[in-house]
């Protein structure tokens, strides 16, 4: 079946950096686009990045965007997520998702896979 295993999280304090990870497995994840979530306590699931299969195109939440960087590599099946210059409300459990639709989309009903999750917390 389908896994999704993110890593990377971790405590840090406001302006540092972390990098996700995404391994996947029991897909075909070269042709699959993938996205990042994220949840906040007592917030909603929101979208952070998503990624075409090829890696050719992108989009951003605009409350990430010029500090995050969505990107994959197809041989290792694993997709990642490099978070520069992280602000406390960046706190949350992120998950990484697949989707069957072959188009971006910021939707999380429109993901079919999910991951775990893995929790980033930023300190003030």
């Not at 993938?34 to 979208?47: D, I, L, S, T, Y």
């Not at 998702?97 to 188009?103: D, V």
């Not at 999910?114 to 929790?119: E, K, P």
Request: hydrophobic content about 30%.
């Amino acid at each position: 079946q389908v896994q999704l295993v993110e890593s990377g999280g971790g405590l840090v304090q406001a302006g540092d950096s972390l990098r996700l990870s995404c391994a996947a497995s029991g897909l075909t994840f070269s042709s699959t686009d993938m996205g990042w979530f994220r949840q906040a306590p007592g917030k909603e699931r929101e979208f952070v990045a998503a990624i075409k299969w090829s890696g050719s195109s992108t989009t951003y939440a605009d409350s990430v965007k010029g500090r995050f960087t969505i990107s994959r590599d197809n041989v290792k099946k694993t997709m990642y997520l490099q978070m520069n210059s992280l602000k406390p409300e960046d706190t949350a459990v992120y998950y990484c998702a697949g989707t069957r639709l072959r188009r971006l989309s910021t939707d999380l009903h429109e993901y079919d896979y999910w991951g775990q999750g893995t929790q980033v917390t930023v300190s003030s």
